[in-house]
DNA sequence: AGCTTTCGCTACGACCCGTAGCGTAATGGC
DNA sequence: GCCATTACGCTACGGGTCGTAGCGAAAGCT
């Protein structure tokens, strides 16, 4: 994603192992130590590099936690479970069980609050994790068209919306379900979730 | 909330001015410089007092932030528009236009993530921020049920079950619009996302 | 008055930040 | 193989914040 210079520069190329063991200390740090209390002393020491190494390469804690934590959500994949209810808890089990984690806990909420007075780092978080599950909701929502369980959308703006407004919910329900009120995203409450997203609060129990 | 000791001790009691001055320059720090570039020392020349004064009414820059922006919540109101759907529209308008301001941006989201690793915290946000925002669910789902537009319930734990849902659909959706997508959460997003809670996904436009 | 608590002020060691400079290691171009 | 170029580890630095301690003065309660 940096460029299409692979390695067209010439001089020593950077250590690729470096930079994976620097996004491992990184998380590590996020467990033990949390996001405002994470030096980037500490995690240089972690890794097993100097810390000018660090500033080489990022430009400061927020775009290295960021890039720590997007590897987390390359695990993401959006199972064929046969129907849309049971496709969507198959992505929002796996979406709970991410935001269980604490390096996911303590990182992605401090960076998110971080890329309000930051729009390069906004931008960086939706371009390394937010497109990423969105496009989950895409594929799951053309599957459900296919089988007919949604309605078909002919305007491209309208069905830009649609997505916008389903991805907002679902991930947004899931977030505050699991970080605001600290209570577990898990199958029973997943269930009773997808009822009122498919068929509303006003259906009869 | 502090406890039921109002003024019961001796001595010189704590300046309420002080309390006010140190609340309202946190939120000015808060605007100009975002949370993590807010430091106690700032917020302390602003209001007019010595550092040491914040240290011995707050335990950190988290708990001083839970209160600064607490205070923001007490405006929030449920008016009786008429309908279910006119009652949520006056609400959420009112929680996103709270979202929209910086003092709530970049504070809000930066305690909820501290909180992930400080019960305490947590607790705090709680009880000065959470519950009061949950307060208007319960509200607006009595009225919305004695105008027939929800279907009653009996059992008392799947009401706290349906009422934990519902504000966790409502609140989440809102804050990941806001925040995380970046778009604004205005009018017809608002109507769109009320059609969808109270319908179904599955509703035909 | 006398007691108690708060407040402003100063000072302190500890820590982290972000950068600069140096010598050395690793690679690509010739 | 040689050289230019870049990455790396290391050290050191000024500047800033943290959270605490100690002091004398101020302000309220009884």
Known sequence: MQS?????????????????????????????????????????????????????RWAGKNELVVDAVAELFDELRLPDAGSLAADIEGVVLQFAALLDRPECRSGLMAVVAESTRDEPLRERIRASVVERQKRLVVEGRARAQARGELPPESDPEETARTIDLTFDMVAGAVVHRTLVSGKPADGPWIRSFIRVLLLGLSAPA
Chains 1, 2 share one sequence.
């Open 4 to 56: 299409r210079t692979p390695a067209a520069r010439p001089g020593r190329p950077r250590s690729a192992t470096a930079d994976a063991a620097i996004l491992a200390a990184t998380r590590e740090a996020l467990v033990e130590l949390g996001w405002s209390k994470l030096t980037l002393q500490d995690v240089a020491t972690r890794a097993g590099v100097a810390k000018t190494t660090l500033y080489r």
